[in-house]
């Protein structure tokens, strides 16, 4: 591998570092690693209000008004991420105007080694392509989670529209890998211990934060909850 790539895919040691702790801590709280935690956490978790507001640089999925935010933290490597990307997209139907979902990047490099070069395709794909190409490529790049690659991500991206030497140069450059590593910090500074990790925020702007692959009923518990209060 020669310097050129080192430098265009390498994450900060201290991210490194952050994903060897997470991802200790999970296995020894006795979830696994990436197990199916189901933490749930309402807005007395302080540490979730660290997390970044919605902005216009995020990706939205839903009614961009809606007061009710459904912030996710997610690895396009992780199954547990898969398996709530399903039930998310759910949410958004039966709440149908009542929330926003966002999706930001939490790559756990340390146990995940592409999915991080992933996060830094699918921020590609929207700068390149528009919000509508970015959640056509996390569809589909989840529905090939096993099969993640350069090519892979050329495919895709091709199928939205995107040259593939077009994806390739904007992979290259530091302001997108810099993009990732900032939400991925975000997270760990918002209580993100594993993937995925949620934060539901309302208009007063409380926070419920949870973590894991949750079945849709708890999930939507935990949206109504938001809603009311």
């Not at 700068?127 to 056509?136: A, D, P, R, T, V």
């Not at 993640?148 to 904007?170: F, T």
């Not at 993009?179 to 918002?190: E, F, P």
Request: a negative charge.
């Amino acid at each position: 591998m020669n310097q050129k790539t080192l430098e265009e895919y390498s994450v900060p040691i201290s991210i490194v570092i952050a994903g060897v702790i997470i991802a200790g801590a999970i296995m020894f709280s006795g979830g696994g690693i990436l197990g199916s935690p189901t933490a749930f956490g309402n807005n007395l978790s302080q540490i979730a209000n660290n997390v970044n507001p919605v902005n216009e640089m995020d990706h939205i999925k839903g009614n961009p008004s809606a007061e009710v935010s459904i912030i996710e933290f997610s690895d396009y490597e992780c199954p547990f991420c898969q398996r709530v990307h399903s039930t998310l997209n759910q949410i958004v139907e039966d709440f149908d105007g009542e929330v926003k979902w966002i999706y930001r990047h939490f790559p756990l490099t340390s146990i995940h080694s592409n999915a991080f070069s992933a996060g830094v395709a699918g921020e590609c794909v929207a700068q390149l392509g528009g919000n509508e190409s970015f959640w056509n490529f996390t569809e589909q790049l989840f529905a090939s989670q096993d099969s993640l690659s350069e090519a892979l991500y050329e495919d895709i991206a091709s199928s939205n529209g995107i040259q593939a030497d077009a994806l390739k140069k904007c992979m290259g450059e530091s302001r997108i890998r810099e993009i990732v590593q900032d939400q991925t910090q975000n997270a760990i500074d918002s209580g993100g211990r594993g993937t995925p990790y949620v934060i539901v925020v309302n208009k007063k702007g409380e926070t419920f934060p949870f973590s894991g692959a949750l079945p849709y009923e708890q999930i939507r518990t935990i949206i109504q909850s938001a809603i009311r209060n």
